[in-house]
């Protein structure tokens, strides 16, 4: 097993379950490590109120379940390849290739309504720095799928953040699924939406990777 992250205290923890908006395709949690309560829901308007009460207090992780990025390699006929770790439900097809497309305009959406509450937050693309401080925001990709699965899009993002949750009460990170690959490089495009939407400026940050966490066993 990776070794895991540590941090300065438990975090709380906030999945999204992207989809399509027009079909209702689109379920949230969070669970607040400081109030200990868990809110759920399919209209992400009605999030933005508990990100910004919870970053107050501490840090926060916020999983999207659609690819965060993508491997830029030097083989063009390994350009679409699964990632390393990632499995057999690699990024570029079926269901990943077109959640991959609608999360993009989502995430601008996303990152918008939360700057609306919460201008001053400081985010993070991975494990790198982060600490679990107030105002502090880690990105990362949430990998539910097979058996991992629930029964509804708000149940698949509630199954992540619990799994996630164990580990905050440990003070630590989940471990990552993605594993090193020798000369692969990433397009970020969390870090592409923050920066379309002004919040970060050093575009080093298209060039990092984020986690990809799995529900534990």
């Not at 700057?115 to 720095?129: G, I, M, R, W």
């Not at 990552?176 to 919040?199: D, K, P, Q, W």
Request: hydrophobic fraction near 40%; charged fraction near 25%; proline fraction near 6%.
């Amino acid at each position: 097993m990776k070794s895991l992250f540590k941090v300065d205290r438990p975090y709380s923890v906030c999945v999204i379950d992207i989809g399509s908006p027009k079909l209702g395709n689109i379920g949230w949690c969070l669970k607040d490590a400081h109030s200990k309560k868990e809110h759920t829901g399919d209209d992400l308007d009605k999030l933005f109120v508990h990100i910004d009460a919870s970053t107050k207090m501490g840090g926060l992780i916020i999983g999207l379940e659609a690819p965060l990025f993508v491997p830029l390699r030097k083989d063009l006929i390994l350009a679409t390849k699964a990632r390393k770790g990632e499995g057999r439900r690699p990024w570029s097809a079926g269901a990943g290739a077109q959640v991959l497309a609608m999360n993009l305009p989502i995430m601008i959406y996303l990152f918008k309504g939360i700057q609306s509450l919460s201008p001053d937050l400081h985010y993070f693309l991975n494990e790198e720095n982060f600490l679990a401080k107030p105002k502090h925001v880690m990105m990362f990709e949430a990998l539910v799928s097979g058996k991992d699965k629930g029964s509804s899009h708000i149940h698949d993002a509630e199954i992540m953040a619990t799994s996630c949750y164990t580990e905050s009460m440990k003070c630590l990170l989940p471990p990552s699924i993605l594993e090193y690959e020798y000369e692969t490089e990433f397009f970020n495009l969390a870090a592409a939406a923050l920066l379309r939407c002004g919040i970060l400026e050093d575009l080093n940050s298209l060039n990092v990777c984020s986690p990809i966490y799995k529900p534990s066993d």
